[in-house]
């Protein structure tokens, strides 16, 4: 099946590049220049806007806008009604689209529900944004991010889980370790 399923309320304007198997649901709406990858699922009323790139296998949930300056790469999770900037100061008399600052969410990275992410900031690869949490600074690789601000709490493995002060993951068994600050899978 190399189609894609774009439901009959879905919106998407001329232009946009949407890869195989992806799936649009209802009420999206994907501006011309916006880029989606394979295998990717949009779930109802979400927005995608202009130079967006979602990578490959990126699940974006309900209620969801990614704005222009967001980039998404392969595997990407976006939980339910979480929340992209792209404008540290807006104002309704003023136009700062040239201020747009570019967000980067990083190979399989989760952002839970109702998060936060202000602009210009990069969440590393595998990190998990919990549920609420406003992430206003660079995420480490790997990192368990909760709060308002966002704040490590712990490591996660490849699969979301949790670590403990072992560093294995209890559910796969995969090892990690720590090396000048960052958290890196062990060969």
Known sequence: MNEIYVHETAVIDEGASIGKRTQIWHFCHVMGKAEIGENCKLGQNVFVGNHVKLGNNVKVQNNVSVYEGVICEDDVFLGPSMV??????PRSTLNRKEEFKKTQVKKGATIGANATIICGVTLGEY???GAGSVVTKDVKPFALMVGVPARKTGWV???????GEDLVCPETGEKYFLKNGFLKPAE
């Open 127 to 129: 990190c998990l944004i």
């Open 157 to 163: 493995s490849h699969s979301g889980v949790t670590l």
């Open 84 to 89: 992209f900037t792209n404008v540290i100061n």
